[in-house]
Protein backbone atom coordinates (compact mmCIF):
# COMPACT_ATOMS: atom_id res chain seq x y z
CA UNK A 1 0.00 0.00 0.00
CA UNK A 2 3.20 2.44 0.81
CA UNK A 3 4.72 1.18 -2.31
CA UNK A 4 1.49 2.44 -4.39
CA UNK A 5 1.38 5.70 -2.74
CA UNK A 6 4.58 6.85 -3.16
CA UNK A 7 4.63 5.40 -6.87
CA UNK A 8 1.16 7.27 -7.25
CA UNK A 9 2.85 10.75 -5.64
CA UNK A 10 6.00 10.36 -7.88
CA UNK A 11 3.77 9.60 -10.91
CA UNK A 12 1.38 12.77 -10.39
CA UNK A 13 4.25 14.90 -10.76
CA UNK A 14 4.92 13.98 -14.56
CA UNK A 15 0.88 12.50 -15.20
CA UNK A 16 -2.96 13.56 -14.23
CA UNK A 17 -3.74 12.19 -11.07
CA UNK A 18 -6.27 9.39 -12.44
CA UNK A 19 -3.40 8.14 -15.06
CA UNK A 20 -1.03 8.28 -12.62
CA UNK A 21 -3.29 6.13 -10.28
CA UNK A 22 -3.95 3.12 -12.85
CA UNK A 23 -0.03 3.60 -13.75
CA UNK A 24 1.08 3.27 -10.41
CA UNK A 25 -0.93 0.00 -9.90
CA UNK A 26 0.43 -1.50 -13.05
CA UNK A 27 3.65 -1.05 -11.59
CA UNK A 28 3.06 -2.18 -8.14
CA UNK A 29 1.31 -5.39 -9.54
CA UNK A 30 4.61 -6.44 -12.33
CA UNK A 31 6.80 -5.62 -8.97
CA UNK A 32 5.31 -8.92 -7.50
CA UNK A 33 7.03 -10.79 -10.03
CA UNK A 34 9.95 -8.66 -11.22
CA UNK A 35 11.51 -7.71 -8.46
CA UNK A 36 12.38 -4.18 -6.72
CA UNK A 37 15.30 -3.45 -9.22
CA UNK A 38 12.89 -3.19 -12.17
CA UNK A 39 10.45 -1.59 -10.22
CA UNK A 40 12.85 1.35 -9.67
CA UNK A 41 14.01 1.53 -13.26
CA UNK A 42 10.59 1.32 -14.76
CA UNK A 43 8.90 3.77 -12.24
CA UNK A 44 11.98 6.20 -13.48
CA UNK A 45 11.79 5.04 -17.09
CA UNK A 46 8.04 6.04 -17.18
CA UNK A 47 8.13 9.44 -15.49
CA UNK A 48 10.93 10.33 -17.83
CA UNK A 49 8.71 9.02 -21.03
CA UNK A 50 5.78 11.19 -19.48
CA UNK A 51 7.55 13.90 -19.06
CA UNK A 52 9.28 14.19 -22.57
CA UNK A 53 5.86 12.80 -23.74
CA UNK A 54 4.11 15.97 -22.71
CA UNK A 55 6.54 18.24 -23.56
CA UNK A 56 7.06 17.07 -26.63
CA UNK A 57 3.07 17.71 -27.32
CA UNK A 58 3.33 21.43 -26.21
CA UNK A 59 6.60 22.16 -26.04
CA UNK A 60 5.77 26.05 -26.39
CA UNK A 61 3.85 26.04 -23.03
CA UNK A 62 6.43 24.14 -21.51
CA UNK A 63 9.27 26.35 -22.07
CA UNK A 64 6.73 29.60 -20.80
CA UNK A 65 6.68 27.11 -17.54
CA UNK A 66 9.73 27.07 -17.07
CA UNK A 67 10.02 31.14 -17.72
CA UNK A 68 7.34 31.69 -15.56
CA UNK A 69 9.05 29.91 -13.01
CA UNK A 70 13.42 31.46 -13.51
CA UNK A 71 10.89 34.95 -12.94
CA UNK A 72 8.98 34.02 -9.78
CA UNK A 73 12.14 32.30 -8.65
CA UNK A 74 14.87 35.32 -9.58
CA UNK A 75 11.81 37.79 -7.74
CA UNK A 76 12.28 35.70 -4.54
CA UNK A 77 15.66 35.25 -4.49
CA UNK A 78 16.78 38.72 -5.16
CA UNK A 79 14.35 40.11 -2.70
CA UNK A 80 15.23 37.85 0.08
CA UNK A 81 19.39 38.86 -0.77
CA UNK A 82 18.92 41.92 -0.89
CA UNK A 83 17.17 42.92 2.34
CA UNK A 84 19.45 40.10 3.96
CA UNK A 85 21.84 42.86 2.98
CA UNK A 86 19.92 45.80 4.08
CA UNK A 87 19.63 44.07 7.32
CA UNK A 88 23.12 43.66 7.51
CA UNK A 89 22.83 39.58 7.78
CA UNK A 90 24.79 38.77 4.90
CA UNK A 91 26.94 40.65 1.91
CA UNK A 92 25.45 41.22 -1.13
CA UNK A 93 28.02 39.87 -3.43
CA UNK A 94 29.61 36.32 -2.47
CA UNK A 95 32.60 35.33 -4.40
CA UNK A 96 32.17 31.31 -4.81
CA UNK A 97 35.79 30.86 -4.23
CA UNK A 98 35.17 32.41 -0.85
CA UNK A 99 32.75 30.37 0.18
CA UNK A 100 34.66 27.97 2.33
CA UNK A 101 35.96 30.68 4.35
CA UNK A 102 32.21 32.45 4.83
CA UNK A 103 30.66 32.41 8.21
CA UNK A 104 28.45 29.64 8.95
CA UNK A 105 25.82 32.16 9.45
CA UNK A 106 26.07 33.55 5.95
CA UNK A 107 26.27 29.63 4.74
CA UNK A 108 23.03 29.31 6.89
CA UNK A 109 21.62 32.32 5.25
CA UNK A 110 22.10 31.62 1.55
CA UNK A 111 20.89 27.86 1.93
CA UNK A 112 17.97 29.27 3.80
CA UNK A 113 17.65 31.65 0.65
CA UNK A 114 17.89 29.47 -1.94
CA UNK A 115 15.25 26.94 -0.02
CA UNK A 116 13.01 29.23 0.25
CA UNK A 117 13.11 30.99 -2.90
CA UNK A 118 12.04 27.18 -4.49
CA UNK A 119 9.95 26.79 -1.84
CA UNK A 120 7.77 29.91 -2.91
CA UNK A 121 8.41 29.10 -6.43
CA UNK A 122 6.98 25.69 -6.25
CA UNK A 123 3.84 27.05 -4.00
CA UNK A 124 3.17 29.92 -6.93
CA UNK A 125 3.60 27.90 -10.10
CA UNK A 126 1.65 24.94 -8.55
CA UNK A 127 -1.78 26.72 -8.41
CA UNK A 128 -1.80 26.96 -12.11
CA UNK A 129 -2.88 24.24 -14.59
CA UNK A 130 0.32 21.85 -15.80
CA UNK A 131 1.44 21.05 -19.48
CA UNK A 132 -0.40 17.36 -20.12
CA UNK A 133 -0.83 17.06 -16.90
CA UNK A 134 1.90 17.30 -14.92
CA UNK A 135 2.82 19.55 -12.24
CA UNK A 136 4.04 22.74 -13.18
CA UNK A 137 7.37 23.08 -11.45
CA UNK A 138 8.34 20.28 -13.26
CA UNK A 139 9.72 22.06 -16.15
CA UNK A 140 12.20 23.94 -13.94
CA UNK A 141 12.69 21.11 -11.90
CA UNK A 142 13.84 19.78 -14.78
CA UNK A 143 16.04 22.57 -15.54
CA UNK A 144 17.91 22.79 -12.38
CA UNK A 145 18.58 18.94 -12.51
CA UNK A 146 20.06 19.66 -16.29
CA UNK A 147 22.25 22.36 -14.72
CA UNK A 148 23.68 20.42 -12.00
CA UNK A 149 24.57 17.89 -14.07
CA UNK A 150 26.11 20.10 -16.66
CA UNK A 151 27.89 22.32 -14.22
CA UNK A 152 29.36 19.06 -12.58
CA UNK A 153 30.66 17.86 -16.33
CA UNK A 154 32.41 20.69 -17.06
CA UNK A 155 33.61 21.31 -13.49
CA UNK A 156 35.15 18.16 -13.66
CA UNK A 157 36.26 18.56 -17.32
CA UNK A 158 37.65 21.50 -17.02
CA UNK A 159 39.88 20.10 -13.79
CA UNK A 160 38.54 23.15 -12.01
CA UNK A 161 36.27 21.24 -9.72
CA UNK A 162 36.78 22.09 -6.31
CA UNK A 163 34.78 20.00 -2.86
CA UNK A 164 32.18 22.51 -2.43
CA UNK A 165 31.45 22.87 -5.66
CA UNK A 166 30.75 19.71 -6.05
CA UNK A 167 28.84 18.84 -2.76
CA UNK A 168 26.53 22.21 -4.35
CA UNK A 169 25.81 20.14 -7.21
CA UNK A 170 25.42 16.43 -6.10
CA UNK A 171 23.75 17.29 -2.93
CA UNK A 172 22.75 21.31 -2.48
CA UNK A 173 20.98 21.18 -5.66
CA UNK A 174 18.57 18.39 -5.15
CA UNK A 175 18.14 19.51 -0.98
CA UNK A 176 17.94 23.17 -1.63
CA UNK A 177 16.85 23.71 -5.16
CA UNK A 178 14.36 20.25 -7.15
CA UNK A 179 12.66 19.39 -3.40
CA UNK A 180 11.67 22.28 -1.91
CA UNK A 181 10.34 23.59 -5.34
CA UNK A 182 8.60 19.98 -5.78
CA UNK A 183 6.94 20.14 -2.69
CA UNK A 184 5.81 23.52 -3.16
CA UNK A 185 4.16 22.43 -6.67
CA UNK A 186 2.85 19.38 -4.57
CA UNK A 187 1.09 21.11 -1.67
CA UNK A 188 -0.11 24.08 -3.93
CA UNK A 189 -1.79 21.28 -6.42
CA UNK A 190 -3.01 19.22 -3.36
CA UNK A 191 -4.95 22.48 -2.10
CA UNK A 192 -5.66 23.83 -5.72
CA UNK A 193 -9.48 22.83 -7.02
CA UNK A 194 -9.53 19.14 -8.50
CA UNK A 195 -9.13 19.58 -12.20
CA UNK A 196 -10.16 15.66 -12.66
CA UNK A 197 -12.68 15.54 -15.15
CA UNK A 198 -13.58 12.56 -17.91
CA UNK A 199 -12.92 9.79 -15.75
CA UNK A 200 -15.60 7.17 -15.64
CA UNK A 201 -15.29 4.07 -13.62
CA UNK B 1 -10.80 10.44 -40.13
CA UNK B 2 -8.52 11.28 -36.93
CA UNK B 3 -6.30 13.82 -36.59
CA UNK B 4 -3.25 11.57 -37.56
CA UNK B 5 -4.59 8.40 -39.05
CA UNK B 6 -0.94 7.14 -39.21
CA UNK B 7 0.14 4.60 -37.64
CA UNK B 8 3.97 3.54 -36.59
CA UNK B 9 4.77 -0.07 -36.27
CA UNK B 10 4.67 0.57 -32.27
CA UNK B 11 1.18 1.48 -32.59
CA UNK B 12 -0.33 -1.00 -35.09
CA UNK B 13 1.46 -3.63 -32.65
CA UNK B 14 -0.46 -2.37 -29.36
CA UNK B 15 -3.67 -2.07 -31.48
CA UNK B 16 -3.57 -5.57 -32.41
CA UNK B 17 -2.91 -6.66 -28.71
CA UNK B 18 -5.47 -4.78 -27.45
CA UNK B 19 -8.11 -6.35 -29.57
CA UNK B 20 -6.50 -10.08 -29.28
CA UNK B 21 -7.06 -9.30 -25.29
CA UNK B 22 -10.60 -7.90 -25.56
CA UNK B 23 -12.21 -7.14 -22.17
CA UNK B 24 -8.63 -7.50 -19.98
CA UNK B 25 -7.08 -4.78 -22.33
CA UNK B 26 -4.74 -2.94 -19.43
CA UNK B 27 -1.36 -2.00 -18.84
CA UNK B 28 0.04 -5.19 -17.53
CA UNK B 29 -1.73 -7.56 -19.69
CA UNK B 30 -1.24 -5.63 -23.12
CA UNK B 31 2.90 -5.49 -21.93
CA UNK B 32 2.57 -9.49 -21.32
CA UNK B 33 0.73 -9.97 -24.93
CA UNK B 34 2.95 -8.42 -26.96
CA UNK B 35 6.04 -9.87 -25.10
CA UNK B 36 4.16 -13.26 -26.03
CA UNK B 37 2.89 -12.99 -29.38
CA UNK B 38 6.34 -10.68 -30.73
CA UNK B 39 8.72 -11.76 -28.74
CA UNK B 40 9.68 -8.06 -28.00
CA UNK B 41 10.41 -6.73 -24.43
CA UNK B 42 8.61 -3.38 -23.90
CA UNK B 43 9.64 -0.81 -21.40
CA UNK B 44 6.49 0.62 -19.45
CA UNK B 45 6.83 4.29 -20.49
CA UNK B 46 7.07 3.05 -24.15
CA UNK B 47 3.53 1.25 -23.75
CA UNK B 48 1.96 4.26 -21.63
CA UNK B 49 3.15 7.25 -23.80
CA UNK B 50 2.00 5.23 -27.08
CA UNK B 51 -1.41 3.96 -25.29
CA UNK B 52 -1.74 8.34 -24.28
CA UNK B 53 -1.01 8.98 -28.23
CA UNK B 54 -3.39 6.63 -29.03
CA UNK B 55 -6.38 7.99 -27.03
CA UNK B 56 -5.18 11.71 -27.77
CA UNK B 57 -5.89 10.72 -31.72
CA UNK B 58 -9.39 8.85 -30.82
CA UNK B 59 -8.00 5.18 -31.74
CA UNK B 60 -8.41 4.15 -28.08
CA UNK B 61 -10.83 4.51 -25.51
CA UNK B 62 -10.17 3.62 -21.71
CA UNK B 63 -12.13 3.38 -18.77
CA UNK B 64 -11.72 2.49 -15.12
CA UNK B 65 -12.13 -0.67 -13.20
CA UNK B 66 -12.45 -1.44 -9.81
CA UNK B 67 -9.43 -0.96 -7.01
CA UNK B 68 -7.84 -4.37 -6.27
CA UNK B 69 -5.17 -5.44 -3.19
CA UNK B 70 -2.58 -6.82 -5.17
CA UNK B 71 -2.12 -3.18 -7.08
CA UNK B 72 -2.05 -1.78 -3.36
CA UNK B 73 -5.48 -0.51 -3.65
CA UNK B 74 -5.21 1.13 -7.16
CA UNK B 75 -7.46 0.39 -10.15
CA UNK B 76 -6.79 -0.54 -13.47
CA UNK B 77 -7.39 1.20 -17.01
CA UNK B 78 -9.41 -0.89 -19.65
CA UNK B 79 -8.40 0.19 -23.50
CA UNK B 80 -10.72 -0.64 -26.07
CA UNK B 81 -10.08 0.15 -29.69
CA UNK B 82 -12.89 2.15 -31.44
CA UNK B 83 -14.39 2.27 -34.96
CA UNK B 84 -11.45 4.68 -36.01
CA UNK B 85 -8.68 2.87 -34.73
CA UNK B 86 -10.09 -0.32 -36.45
CA UNK B 87 -10.24 1.52 -39.29
CA UNK B 88 -6.50 2.84 -39.11
CA UNK B 89 -5.19 -1.08 -38.44
CA UNK B 90 -7.54 -2.02 -41.54
CA UNK B 91 -5.74 0.83 -43.65
CA UNK B 92 -2.54 0.22 -42.46
CA UNK B 93 -2.06 -3.36 -43.04
CA UNK B 94 -3.68 -2.83 -46.70
CA UNK B 95 -0.59 -0.52 -46.89
CA UNK B 96 1.71 -2.98 -46.19
CA UNK B 97 0.28 -5.83 -48.14
CA UNK B 98 0.10 -3.06 -51.50
CA UNK B 99 3.69 -2.70 -50.64
CA UNK B 100 4.37 -7.03 -50.48
CA UNK B 101 2.76 -7.57 -53.59
CA UNK B 102 5.07 -8.41 -56.43
CA UNK B 103 8.02 -9.02 -53.81
CA UNK B 104 9.82 -11.76 -55.28
CA UNK B 105 12.62 -11.78 -52.88
CA UNK B 106 9.91 -12.48 -50.38
CA UNK B 107 8.03 -15.25 -52.18
CA UNK B 108 11.03 -17.32 -52.48
CA UNK B 109 11.73 -17.00 -48.93
CA UNK B 110 8.65 -18.28 -47.68
CA UNK B 111 8.70 -20.86 -50.94
Known amino acids: MHKALIVEGLLCLTLPPDRAETIAGDLVEESHTRGGRWFAGALVGVSVAMFFHAFGAARVRTLMKLVLGLVVWFTVYAATRVGGAVLGLQPLVVDVRSIPDAPFGTLVY ?4 LLLSNLVTGLVLGRGAGVGGMNPVMPLAVFWASAAVIGLCADILSGAATWYCTCLYVFGVPALYIAPLVLGGVLSARAAPSLRVGVSR | MSRNAYLGEFE ?5 AIMRLGDDA ?10 KRTGRSTAPGALYTTLDRLEQKGLVVSRLGEPTPERGGRAKRYYSVSAEGIEAVERAQRCYQSLLDGLQILRKKHA
Open chain 1, 110 to 113: LGGV
Open chain 2, 26 to 35: YGVAIRDEIQ
Open chain 2, 12 to 16: QIVLL
